[in-house]
């Protein structure tokens, strides 16, 4: 098993570390300021090897103590109001922990509402990349001052999952406080650790259970996360972040935590955004059974006369579903048209469609590089 994680993981150049409130949560409130030096001297030792890139939570967590909380709030305005108060602490700590390696961090705060438009996604991944080529630690954390639905579900491990993408990476390792997935609850005394996932379906979902008890995701977001992850092509590692050296024994392929493998038909990158990043869809296209076909059997554009009926108003460049005639969604994908022009050119030939619009921004209403399927 060690041999074959060793080959899965070699050579993996880029790589983000995820982690939670519950592995960095001091006992005393607060963040552990031990632990992340120690995780900065694993990542120091590796650096000339690797770019590490961290997502984190803890600032609640910071905000608490500094406000002298013992217990996490339950309303939603006295946890935004404790991110503001602890989200400048948290970067101090780890700007304290990677200073001692003369290395400097850079703060980057995201929400899933940036990450859905394209052109800041884009932003967002040149910003990365700068902080990168200057030898600065990037730390992510989701921008929880105005981030309701981050506090509410605890997204940080889908966020991690979004920055493999959004950086290019090619591994994924959450650092939690559970040694990986178990079979069963392992609290009851009879779980076994499942080493090597393969792909994650409706079996592995069960396993996980439900959200934990300080952090919000639990072992449930972090599977989903390891999903998406590889459907980029890119392997996950859930691991015991408490574990002396657990980074460097992950990296180096040891028997540690749960290996989540990368799926077979990976995703590009701009598909792989379309299908977890780009939001809610702004209207739907009922196509007939012909184009169902050659969308999910041939892998084709969807052409104007396969569309039958649309639903919503939108621009071009929208994010839309695509369903069949019995409702059922096949695929999302941006489309090159407006509702309004769509309404006009379905039904008919591509070559009609600057006859009827007096011009032709392109013969596809969704090009293949802009969909995908979701059936």
């Known amino acids: 098993m060690a041999e074959d994680k ?21 006992s005393g409130g607060g963040v552990d300021q031990d632990f992340l030096n120690r995780l900065s001297d694993e990542m120091a030792a590796m650096d000339s ?6 997502v984190s939570s803890g600032a609640i967590l910071m905000g608490m103590q500094a406000m002298g909380y013992q217990e ?21 700590a780890y700007a304290a922990a990677f200073a001692r390696h003369g290395k400097q961090v850079g703060q980057v705060l995201l929400t899933s509402e940036g990450l859905e438009d394209r052109r800041r996604f884009v932003l967002s991944q040149n910003t990365l990349e700068t902080l990168l ?15 309701v639905e981050e506090i509410r579900y605890g997204d940080n491990d889908f966020l991690a999952s979004m920055v493999v993408n959004l950086a290019g990476a090619d591994l994924l390792v959450v650092l939690t406080n559970t040694e990986g997935l178990f079979d069963r609850d392992p ?37 989903i996360a390891a999903k998406r992850t590889a459907h980029m092509g890119v392997p996950t590692v859930i691991a015991d972040g408490r574990m002396e050296g657990v980074l460097t024994r992950v990296l180096n392929g040891d028997p540690v935590g749960t290996l989540f493998l990368p799926s077979a038909e990976k995703l590009a990158s701009r598909k792989h955004w379309i299908a977890y990043s780009s939001g809610r869809p702004r209207g739907t296209l009922v196509i007939d059974d012909g184009a169902a076909k050659a969308l999910q059997r041939r892998k084709k554009s ?15 460049g929208s994010l839309v579903r695509c369903m069949d005639t019995s ?22 030939h591509s070559e009609e469609i600057e ?13 293949r590089d802009d969909l995908v399927l979701t059936d």
Do not use: W, Y
């Open 355 to 367: 006859t009827v619009l007096g011009s032709c921004p392109g013969e596809e209403v969704i090009h």
């Open 72 to 92: 996490a709030p339950r309303t939603m305005k006295v946890k935004q109001a404790l991110a503001a108060v602890g989200q400048s602490r948290l970067v101090q």
């Open 133 to 147: 080529k200057m030898s600065a630690v990037p730390v992510i954390n989701e921008n929880d001052t105005v981030a």
């Open 327 to 348: 409702g059922r969604e096949i695929a999302r994908g941006v489309t090159c048209f407006s509702s309004d022009q769509i309404r006009m050119i379905m039904g008919r």
């Open 187 to 223: 609290r009851l005394g009879e779980g076994k650790l499942v080493e090597v996932v393969e792909e994650v379906d409706r079996h592995i979902v069960s396993m996980a259970g439900g959200p934990g008890a300080a952090g919000s995701g639990g072992m449930s977001s972090k599977v």
């Open 302 to 316: 969807l052409l104007p006369a396969g569309v039958r009926e649309v639903l919503g108003d939108f621009e071009p």
């Open 6 to 26: 060793r080959h899965i993981l070699e050579g993996r150049k880029r790589v983000i570390v995820k982690l939670g409130s519950m592995v960095l949560a001091a």
């Open 49 to 54: 090897e690797r770019d590490f890139i961290i």
